[in-house]
């Protein structure tokens, strides 16, 4: 299995489906952010490492990771569409 790219579903440990918008690079690691299919949509973010193949998602607790990927997830995005305006 590789790890999940954009518009793949994953069901997380507690049988909820999330689907991937991006995936932001961190200290060597590749970082998921999930959105539920639920209301109101959560947001979490996973760290995606693979394990003899197969895909293991960890999801992130620690609030100061959680900011610094969020921040690169914010500048990833307003690059994209910065590039896209004419």
């Known amino acids: 299995m590789e790890k999940l790219k954009f518009g793949e579903t994953a069901i997380l440990a507690n049988n909820e489906e999330y689907t991937c918008f991006s995936n932001v690079e961190y200290e060597n690691n590749t970082y998921a952010f999930l959105m539920s299919h639920t209301q109101p ?4 973010i996973a760290r995606q490492n693979l394990v003899d193949g197969n895909l293991s998602l960890t999801i992130v607790k620690d609030e100061e990771l959680k900011k610094k990927l969020l ?16």
């Open 71 to 86: 921040k690169l997830y914010k500048d990833y995005f307003a690059n994209s569409v910065e590039s896209l305006v004419e």
């Open 41 to 44: 949509v959560i947001v979490k």
